[in-house]
């Protein structure tokens, strides 16, 4: 199974025994596996925590829901960059989107497989 990494914003982290405890747990609600590495990228506000990820989530268990994808113009447009903003969450675009704020906010609707 193919893999890869990326830095997940965390909150602050104060110290390695702060990262053991909260750090497993961000990678699993992002499907992945924490990596062991961490660090602060603003003083007292924020750490990222580095994070493993298959590239294709497998499983029998399904969740959908919505999420914030900048203004959308067109179904034609929600079509085409739908699965790119899906990809950034590690979920499948469903093909379904609305509009929340006229000319300011849209959203897609993204399926979770794990």
């Avoid at 899906?86 to 379904?96: K, Q």
Wanted: aromatic share 10%; hydrophobic share 40%; charged share 20%.
């Amino acid at each position: 199974m193919a893999t890869f990494k990326v830095n997940i914003p965390a909150g602050p982290l104060w110290n390695q025994q702060d990262a053991e405890e909260k750090a497993p747990k961000v990678a699993a609600a992002h499907q992945g596996t924490w990596t062991g590495q961490w660090n602060t990228v603003v003083e007292g506000e924020m750490s990222v925590v580095e994070v493993e990820l298959p590239v294709k989530p497998t499983g029998s268990n399904e969740f959908k829901t919505s999420v914030l994808a900048g203004p959308l113009w067109s179904n034609d447009e929600a079509q085409k960059v739908g699965s790119a903003i899906a990809a950034s969450y590690g979920a499948e675009f469903t093909g379904e989107w609305w509009t929340i704020v006229e000319s300011v906010m849209s959203v897609i609707e993204i399926k979770y497989t794990f």
